[in-house]
């Protein structure tokens, strides 16, 4: 058995360094004072806070939190692309093991296969090895449970204070450790579960699309899946690259979309992040149909089927007003949330709602499935247009106009500064100034991001000119806030 014997110790720039000998190996761990999970599971530099030493803790912790609760089936565990992901995905399942619980290693696949598998196959739950959309030297670890759901916060919290050795979790005795198994051909059983609801209406035959993969998990099998439907497929960066990922590609980088839309005279695009739980549009024309747009079209599609409970749509803080307007023009419900696909889930849950998602091109739809889900989106959303007998720009055209808005980042590598940003009354000022003379026609929206070292400031209102200057002159009050 694995001694838990650890002693704490803060130092002055507010970490936590961990010390104590133990049955795994490892020597100090350094940890922020603030929670380690944010929106998105655990993220931040790889080798600098996401260690090897960490990555096994985490997973030993998890295995104890999992076992606690009666789970003895192995963990699905899969990874992104990046050069860091065979690391921690080897440093996580030897905690997983040695806790006793077996592990099925995937290898490189989207977030969701890992959701998807850890229900189908009986699991104790699924890790994902990914930092989603940031930059290759970053790297992260998603957890899900037995149902396929992103764990909930309390799991979290349990793990974390574990790791911590502030609970009161013993860890459990265990006749034998875990073992790790490679299962690549369980990838086969998700591509099934992709295209299974969509049989009788998934023929793309004539159509012309263009996947921009951005290096990721989405070369596995986005091509192959959409060459399926009889679709004539224009595949960019389709390789696994772990030092490109997101590189000026992908859904963050919609140029080579755009570019490659034109150049081919396609029909449709779609730009998937590193890990593939989201996507972006575009149409024939080049317009971007980001994640506002898809949920409007399909709460529309369920809608006029009766399938859409209630009407309600459930998105975030972020979600467009013209969006919202537009909504509730055809008697709908939009619910917002905090941002984060997880918060949009439990409101979903909480409400009995259908369809869910962010502007960022997460989208929830659990008539089908349970969590984000960026290729099943991006079939969805083609088979909606080709059963409708128009195109992507016809749906686009009759649907809304956005309000002008601007999201601009101010990094900030100090986590507690990051998130203690609202303590600054000269930010709180600006805010106040910006909303108070744009009025009813605009807002704004200043946070901390949840995988990112950068806070987010975000303006919206009728009148872009507005929306430039009160984006910069916060976002100018924020940095100075910051430096100070």
């Not at 970490?15 to 761990?29: A, D, E, K, V, Y």
């Not at 764990?151 to 050795?165: C, D, M, P, Y």
């Not at 949009?344 to 889900?373: F, N, P, W």
């Not at 806070?455 to 100018?476: K, L, N, P, Q």
């Amino acid at each position: 058995m694995v001694s838990s014997s650890v002693k704490v110790i803060a130092d002055p720039g507010r970490r936590l360094t961990l010390r104590g000998p133990t049955g795994l190996g490892w020597g100090t761990i350094s940890l922020p004072a603030s929670p380690l999970f944010g929106t998105d599971g655990i993220r931040g530099r790889a080798g600098d806070l996401l260690s090897a030493p960490l990555a096994m803790q985490i997973g030993y912790w998890a295995a104890q939190v999992w076992r606690s609760q009666g789970s003895t089936g192995p963990v699905i565990v899969g990874q992104d692309s990046r050069t860091s992901s065979h690391m921690l995905a080897s440093a996580l399942s030897a905690g997983l093991t040695s806790a006793g619980l077996d592990v099925w290693n995937l290898g490189l696949c989207p977030t969701a296969t890992v959701a998807y598998l850890s229900e189908a196959c009986g699991a104790s739950g699924g890790v994902m090895i990914s930092a989603s959309h940031n930059p290759p030297e970053d790297n992260g670890i998603k957890f899900f449970g037995a149902d396929g759901t992103k764990l909930n916060s309390g799991v979290q919290q349990q793990i974390e204070a574990g790791l911590r050795q502030e609970n009161s979790l013993a860890p459990q005795q265990h006749m034998s450790w875990g073992q790790c198994f490679y299962r690549p051909e369980l990838v086969d059983r998700y591509i099934d579960f992709l295209q299974r609801p969509l049989q009788a209406r998934l023929d793309l035959s004539g159509s012309k699309i263009v996947l921009d993969m951005a290096w990721g998990s989405a070369t596995r099998l986005a091509e192959a899946v959409f060459r399926r439907t009889g679709a004539e497929v224009i595949g960019l960066h389709g390789l696994p690259d772990g030092d490109r990922i997101n590189v000026n590609c992908g859904s963050t980088h919609l140029g080579p979309l755009q570019t490659a839309i034109q150049d081919h005279g396609a029909d449709i695009g779609f730009a998937f992040d590193g890990d593939a739980d989201r996507v972006i549009a575009m149409d024939a024309t080049g317009r971007t149909v980001d994640g506002d747009y898809i949920l409007y079209f399909w709460g529309k599609h369920l809608q006029e089927q009766q399938q859409l409970p209630e009407n309600t749509i459930v998105s975030t803080v972020m979600a467009n007003l013209g969006f919202e307007r537009a909504w509730q023009s055809l008697g709908g419900s939009l619910i917002r949330t905090k941002v984060g696909d997880q918060y949009v889930h439990a409101e979903m849950v909480q409400r009995g709602a259908k369809l869910g998602g962010e502007q960022s091109g997460h989208i929830l739809c659990h008539h089908y499935s349970m969590t984000g889900d960026g290729i099943l989106t991006a079939l969805h959303l083609a088979a909606m247009v080709k059963e409708l007998g128009g195109s992507l720009s016809d749906l686009v055209d009759q649907s809304f106009h956005t309000y002008p808005q601007k999201l601009q980042n101010v990094r900030v590598e100090d986590r507690e500064r990051r998130l203690n940003w609202q303590e600054s009354d000269a930010v709180q000022v600006a805010i106040a100034t910006a909303e108070q003379a744009m009025g009813a026609d605009g807002r704004v929206l200043v946070r901390p991001s949840g995988t990112e070292p950068v806070i987010r400031v975000m303006v919206e209102a009728s009148d872009r000119t507005a929306v430039d200057h009160w984006t910069a002159y916060i976002s100018g009050v924020v940095s100075q806030a910051l430096a100070s």
